[in-house]
């Protein structure tokens, strides 16, 4: 039997939050983070206790910390703790923001997939399915 997925959905929007929660939940944890702050708590603690996520979506416009930043940070995290480059978290940016400048910056920061709010549950499963997370 698959491990299930470990989950982190880092999204100030209530709506858009309880969307990927709900999709998310069928395949595995979910957990919650509503800034980039508690994201980068929530993934070194995760990475220290040995059950580390395997898939992280990212709002770009948040409050403290935006998701661009969080996105430098998670892969700073990985190459400090000594995971190799594409062997860590997947990372799926989830944000309205569809301009090539934000889209650029993602994938330079090696973010994983790209979607753009609001969130189509068919293209979020297909992206899924394309990083191999599900079958």
Known sequence: MEMPLR????????TCRILLQEVMNRYGVCHIATNGFEALVAFQEAIQSGAPYDLVFLDI???EMDGQETLKRIR????????????GVRI???TSH???????????????AYL???????????ELKKLELIP
Do not use: R, W, Y
């Open 92 to 94: 799926i940016m989830a």
């Open 61 to 63: 416009m948040m409050p």
């Open 7 to 14: 989950v982190l959905i880092v999204e100030d929007d209530f």
């Open 116 to 126: 753009i709010k609001p969130i189509q549950v068919h293209k979020l499963i297909s």
């Open 98 to 112: 569809a301009d090539s400048k934000n889209i650029l910056e993602s994938f330079n920061e090696l973010c994983d």
């Open 76 to 87: 700073a995290i990985e190459t400090d703790e000594g995971i190799m480059v594409g062997k």
